[in-house]
């Protein structure tokens, strides 16, 4: 990593209050600019979060604002309205009010007198949902956007839902770390000593957790095609620079936005990387200059200048190469490839048949406990990220092999199986796993799909199955870009359980699959010449100087353990997000959280999640409590998820404490009933 000292134009920050909805809220933003753009104006580069720029992302801020400034640009780090320093209460993620403030953020900034008119926006998750949606209402000033592992589709391709079914990592997981970083107060720093308090006791009255309404939403509706920009990818004017990683779970929504958008504003890139910006080289690898590729893009789009960007391939992927299995890679191994349109002509779909007219029908009853094994659904970036090796969950599952390959097999794309097969139950999951087979018996995780029957007739109705009955259901496995060497095997494993991934059925079924009548359909990319793909070293801006704690005692981030008695299966994890650290201004934040899953091998109604945060943000001695210069504020939150066989039971605690009294405790318990989950 290089980290640049002097930049061309000398760069100044200041924090600014932005009024949004005709002056009734204020939002805070902090402003990298150049000292001279009062009198020679900038563009602007927006990045709209709930995550703190005065804490959480402060670090990751630093790499990049001042760096966009110092080439002219400025770059506005602006806290979502009920978040961090900005006033108003948090709302629902991606909710009509915050699409709202950020056209009129947007619109701002480009009336500032150090403002060309023209504005960009860039994000990675949030960030880049937003940049993505807000570019969909087409603020005029707005000519360009950079989207960072984000997606198109709100049900389909987030945390809440994959393939109709109830994402039982994340569903859980996810709205348990935002009701905990939504319960997060003002900085006093930024909103004054006096003003805090009533402002954080009004943002806990009105917290709701996202999970009681994600889950009574269980069929694609209108709740999630707002904000879905796949129902409309014309209302999108801006030049699009979509941007992902094969360990990303949203990757897919690059090859739809490449395919769907005009090719003379759209551009995709693909790396091997995890949830993660693609500059900050943490696993896995090769990081790459993205901060002078997104530059070349703000060039083009902002500064009118001809950078080159828009003669680079429709389409920049990594094809891996293969790899033992590991649960991280500081490097993966693989090369770039370009391709000029999507879908790619160089890549054609080869059928597979899982089996002859010989081959008997076979019967897939997989514990419930298989996908314990699945990995994380975010990597990001930590060491126990990624899926190891598959031959446990290989022997839970239905295994249908090829024969040796003769020869390198590339695919890019998205693969899909069909399958002829009967459901003893009405309701029911399917699971594919694409599997790399090495001749030592090693099983590498390619990619994976996934199906709830229900869905099969689209994500927007629950038709159950009449057992007894064969139907072919078809359905894709998240994109890829991978090299199948000589010597291995191509492996689908097939499973009607995948937990924690996917949340169980309430009854114990069982699939009976036909392998002479299914079919794994692979696109397969043709060898030849390739058009050069190239990106400069990683490079930032300084970082800055936090100092993050050793952790006293050491924890696993993912530790499984079985109880053997009771066949239960238990796996704990440390999300890592960034744990405590001590900031330049004499901020300490703390942070402690951890992820619990059990269920019973062959007891769908025993599955419960358990999501626990405890974060603490302090400032000052406790001797200057009197003199108004310390603050201590903590936040304790525990989610839980259980289901019986017609409902989902949720329960969610919070409790805020002030210089160590209570200023707010709050309880939820609700119901739904299990509609499509």
């Not at 953020?105 to 060309?116: E, G, R, S």
């Not at 049900?155 to 994340?170: P, R």
């Not at 402002?199 to 069929?219: D, N, Y």
Request: net charge negative; proline share 9%; glycine share 8%.
């Amino acid at each position: 990593m290089k980290y640049r000292e002097r930049f061309e134009r000398q760069v100044v920050r200041e924090d600014v209050w932005i009024p949004v909805q005709g002056g009734r809220t204020r939002l805070h933003a902090r402003v990298w600019r150049p000292a001279d753009a009062g009198h020679d104006p900038v563009p602007a580069l927006l990045e709209y979060l709930p995550y703190r720029k005065s804490d959480w992302t402060a670090p990751r801020d630093a790499q990049r604002h001042p760096w966009y400034a110092g080439h002219g640009y400025a770059s506005v780090r602006v806290d979502i309205r009920g978040h961090g320093d900005s006033e108003g209460v948090p709302g629902d993620e991606y909710d009509a009010t915050e699409l709202a403030d950020g056209v009129d953020v947007v619109n701002w900034l480009a009336a500032q007198p150090w403002c060309t008119g023209k504005v960009g926006m860039f994000g990675i998750s949030w960030g880049g949902f937003n940049s993505l949606q807000i570019a969909a209402l087409a603020p005029e000033p707005l000519k360009a956007i950079v989207t960072v592992c984000s997606t198109d589709d709100r049900y389909d391709n987030d945390v809440h839902y994959t393939g109709g079914a109830v994402l039982g990592i994340d569903m859980l997981a996810w709205a348990g770390t935002m009701l905990a970083f939504a319960a997060r107060p003002p900085d006093p720093a930024s909103v004054g000593a006096d003003r805090w308090l009533p402002m954080w006791r009004e943002r806990l009255g009105v917290l709701e957790p996202f999970l009681h309404t994600w889950l009574a939403h269980q069929q694609r509706d209108d709740y999630w095609r707002h904000g879905s920009v796949c129902e409309d990818y014309g209302a999108i004017d801006a030049a699009v620079l979509a941007v992902g990683g094969w360990h990303d779970p949203y990757r897919d929504a690059v090859l739809r936005l490449v395919e769907h958008l005009p090719q003379d504003r759209v551009r995709g890139l693909i790396g091997p990387w995890s949830h993660q910006y693609p500059d900050r080289g943490l696993p896995p690898g090769p990081a790459i200059g993205f901060l002078q590729e997104t530059l070349r893009w703000w060039d083009q789009h902002l500064k009118g200048a001809d950078t080159g960007v828009m003669r680079e391939p429709l389409l920049r992927a990594w094809i891996n190469d293969p790899v033992p299995p590991a649960t991280s890679y500081d490097v993966m191994p693989g090369r770039w490839v370009g391709d000029q349109a999507w879908p790619s002509p160089r890549v054609s779909w080869q059928e597979r048949p899982l089996g002859t007219d010989g081959t008997p029908p076979v019967l897939v009853r997989s514990p419930l406990h298989t996908g314990i094994d699945a990995g994380r659904f975010f990597p990001f970036g930590n060491a126990s990220d990624l899926p190891p090796d598959q031959r446990e969950e290989d022997g839970r599952s239905v295994c249908l092999d090829s024969a040796a390959l003769t020869e390198r097999v590339e695919i890019l794309g998205r693969p899909r199986v069909r399958l002829r097969l009967d459901s003893a139950t009405p309701r029911a999951h399917v699971i594919a796993r694409l599997c790399d087979v090495a001749p030592d018996g090693s099983s590498t995780l390619v990619t994976r799909g996934v199906l709830n029957l229900l869905a099969r007739h689209g994500r927007d109705r629950a038709v159950e199955w009449s057992p007894g009955t064969y139907e072919d259901v078809e359905f894709e496995l998240s994109a890829i870009g991978y090299a199948f060497p000589p010597g291995h095997r191509v492996r689908l494993a097939v499973s009607d359980a995948y937990w924690p991934w996917v949340w169980p059925h309430g009854e114990r079924g069982e699939l009976t699959l036909l392998p002479a009548d299914s079919t794994l359909v692979l696109p397969v990319r043709a060898a030849g010449e390739e058009p050069p793909v190239r990106f400069e070293e990683p490079e930032q801006a300084p970082p800055l100087p936090v100092t993050y704690d050793v952790p006293a005692e050491a924890r696993p981030e993912r530790l499984v353990t079985h109880d053997v008695a009771a066949g239960e299966w238990t796996l704990e994890v440390d999300p890592r997000y960034g744990g405590s650290r001590t900031y330049p201004d004499g901020l300490r934040y703390e942070e402690n959280a951890r992820e619990t899953y059990r269920v019973r091998s062959d007891d769908p109604l025993s599955a419960s999640a358990v999501s626990a945060w405890t974060i603490r943000l302090t400032r000052g001695e406790a001797g200057e409590q009197e003199e108004g210069r310390q603050w201590d504020a903590e936040i304790v939150a525990r989610t839980e998820l259980r289901a019986t066989a017609v409902e989902f039971v949720m329960d969610s605690h919070l409790e805020a404490r002030a210089n160590g009294e209570t200023v707010a405790k709050r309880a939820w318990h609700r119901t739904t009933p299990r509609t499509s989950g």
